[in-house]
């Protein structure tokens, strides 16, 4: 089955590529890596911000990494040329929450991200990562994820 195939097998559709929102490119490419500038948990409801484990449950900030998944992949999307089978991994992701006080299960909540890439590119998406909690992400969101993939 084809990226595409799967994608909307999900019911995912991608969003245009988000712009940056200060001073840097939303990738870059050298050689075979294109690194993925961090994606946050927008969309255009506005997206989940807040804190997790204050205002954000961990179920709402999974859903939060779902939605950094889709945006990373709508910037693969366009790095590729909108040539998705052109991804041959899914490197490494580099997972940011907006955490509360005493709120350690960072790794489920990025779970959210790592999931879908499975989900969507099959053992090409299997991929190290980070998982790293922080007292405040940009305009608020609850998560942002970054990543590193590797393309033909």
Known sequence: MT???RIAELGLTLPEPA???ASYVSYVQ??????I????SNDA???IKGTVGVDVTPEQA?????LCAINL???INAAVDGDLERVVRIVKLGGFVQAGPGFTAIP??????????VEVFGDAGKHARSAVGVYQLPLGFAVEVDAIVEVR
């Open 3 to 5: 990226v595409a195939a």
């Open 19 to 21: 712009k940056p929102v």
């Open 30 to 35: 050298t050689g075979n890596l294109v690194h």
């Open 37 to 40: 500038s961090g994606q946050l």
């Open 45 to 47: 409801s506005g997206g």
């Open 62 to 66: 999974a859903a939060a990494a779902r």
């Open 73 to 75: 992949i709508a910037q």
């Open 108 to 117: 489920a909540v990025i779970n959210g991200c790592s999931d879908l890439m």
